[in-house]
Nanobody, 115 residues
């Protein structure tokens, strides 16, 4: 059974960086054809796809976030992470990791940007 679990700082101050990490169990993040996504949902708004890293380590980003975003992985820990720079209160959201190909999502972690 594949499970994804997000972790994050909870509260981040404006202009700082937000890092969220997804720990995957039940599958390898380098298993062939797999792709691992970050998606967020601000309060009262819809889902926003942010970035993806595939099994070969190729990365793709939302054009609107590309300048502030980096997705990476640690294959030894079977984790992948999202680094979002220069956050503002508009980055407050529940951050989800997901394997959309398998339609498996984590429960999400709330990140609040506030001073």
């Amino acid at each position: 059974q594949v499970q994804l679990q997000e972790s994050g700082p909870g509260l981040v101050k404006p202009s700082q960086a937000l890092v969220v990490t997804c720990t995957v169990s039940g599958d390898s993040i380098i298993s062939r054809s797999s792709a691992w996504n970050w998606i967020r949902q601000p309060p009262g708004k819809g889902l926003e796809w942010m970035a993806v890293i595939d099994y070969e380590g190729n990365t793709f980003y939302s054009p609107s976030l590309k300048s502030r975003t980096a997705i990476s992985r640690d294959t030894s820990k079977n984790q992948f992470s999202l680094h979002l720079n220069s956050v503002t209160p508009e980055d407050t959201a529940v951050y989800y990791c997901a394997n959309t190909g398998m339609n498996i999502w984590g429960k999400g972690t709330l990140a609040t940007v506030s001073s």
